[in-house]
T-cell receptor, first 114, second 114 residues
Framework: EPEVTQTPSHQVTQMGQEVILRCVPISNHLYFYWYRQILGQKVEFLVSFYNNEISEKSEIFDDQFSVERPDGSNFTLKIRSTKLEDSAMYFC????????????FGSGTRLTVV | AQSVAQPEDQVNVAEGNPLTVKCTYSVSGNPYLFWYVQYPNRGLQFLLKYITGDNLVKGSYGFEAEFNKSQTSFHLKKPSALVSDSALYFCAVRDNNAGNMLNFGGGTRLMVKP
C-alpha cells in the first residue's frame, strides 16, 4: 500500500535554529498538507499546498514557517527560527483530490526544541 | 466556523463487547466526516469517511460509523471489540464551504481489556 514517508522521525534542535522537515507524498497525489500535534493536544492544521502554491494556511502558519516542493517528489516544511513552543509532532499528509478525499498521513516527525 | 467534539477522553470496553466512540460536529455547510486511528508512535491511519449517500458507513478493521444529521453526530462503532483496537481515535470534519482543511476533535483513547 502506498505510504507517505517522513524524515527524520525525531529531531532535536536548539532554540533559534532553523529546521527542515521532509516528506515524500504518494506519487499520484495532488494535494499536500502539514499538521502538527503538540503533546496531549489535538491535531492542528498548518498549511495545504496545491499546484505549487499554498492554498490555505492557519493562524499558526506565520512568517517563520514556509513550505516547498523543491523537486517534484519532496515536500518540505521549514521553521526559520525555532521556539520552545514549536516542539510537537509534525505530520505530513497527501490526498488525491480535494474535499471528499481522505488523507494519507505520514508517521510524523517529533520535533523537540531545547 | 467548523468544530468537532469528542466528549469522552477515554472509553473502556471488554473484548468481544460492542464499542462506540462519540463525535459531534458543527459546520456551516455540508460536512465531510472522517475517522482516523493513531497507534503509539505511529501516524494517523484513515478508517472511514462520510461524504454523501448511506448514513451508515463501513470502514477498515470492521469499524463503521453512522451519520446523523439531526443530531450532528458521527459516532464510530464496532460490534465486537478486539484488544488490538486499543488506540487513540480522532474524528475530523471538513466543511465544504470552508476549504480543504480537516478540523480534528481532541481524540478519544479506546482501551479494550481482555
Amino acid at each position: 500500500e502506498p505510504e507517505v514517508t517522513q524524515t527524520p522521525s525525531h529531531q532535536v534542535t536548539q532554540m533559534g535554529q532553523e529546521v527542515i522537515l521532509r516528506c515524500v507524498p504518494i506519487s499520484n497525489h495532488l494535494y499536500f498538507y502539514w499538521y502538527r500535534q503538540i503533546l496531549g493536544q489535538k491535531v492542528e492544521f498548518l498549511v495545504s499546498f496545491y499546484n505549487n502554491e499554498i492554498s490555505e494556511k492557519s493562524e499558526i502558519f506565520d512568517d517563520q514557517f514556509s513550505v516547498e516542493r523543491p523537486d517534484g517528489s519532496n515536500f518540505t516544511l521549514k521553521i526559520r527560527s525555532t521556539k520552545l513552543e514549536d516542539s510537537a509532532m509534525y505530520f505530513c499528509a497527501s490526498s488525491e483530490g480535494a474535499l471528499g478525499y481522505g488523507y494519507t498521513f505520514g508517521s510524523g516527525t517529533r520535533l523537540t526544541v531545547v | 466556523a467548523q468544530s468537532v467534539a469528542q466528549p469522552e477522553d477515554q472509553v473502556n470496553v471488554a473484548e468481544g463487547n460492542p464499542l462506540t466512540v462519540k463525535c459531534t460536529y458543527s459546520v456551516s455547510g455540508n460536512p465531510y466526516l472522517f475517522w482516523y486511528v493513531q497507534y503509539p508512535n505511529r501516524g494517523l491511519q484513515f478508517l472511514l469517511k462520510y461524504i454523501t449517500g448511506d448514513n451508515l458507513v463501513k470502514g477498515s478493521y470492521g469499524f463503521e460509523a453512522e451519520f446523523n444529521k439531526s443530531q450532528t453526530s458521527f459516532h464510530l462503532k464496532k460490534p465486537s471489540a478486539l484488544v488490538s483496537d486499543s488506540a487513540l481515535y480522532f474524528c475530523a470534519v471538513r466543511d465544504n464551504n470552508a476549504g480543504n482543511m480537516l478540523n480534528f476533535g481532541g481524540g478519544t483513547r479506546l482501551m479494550v481489556k481482555p
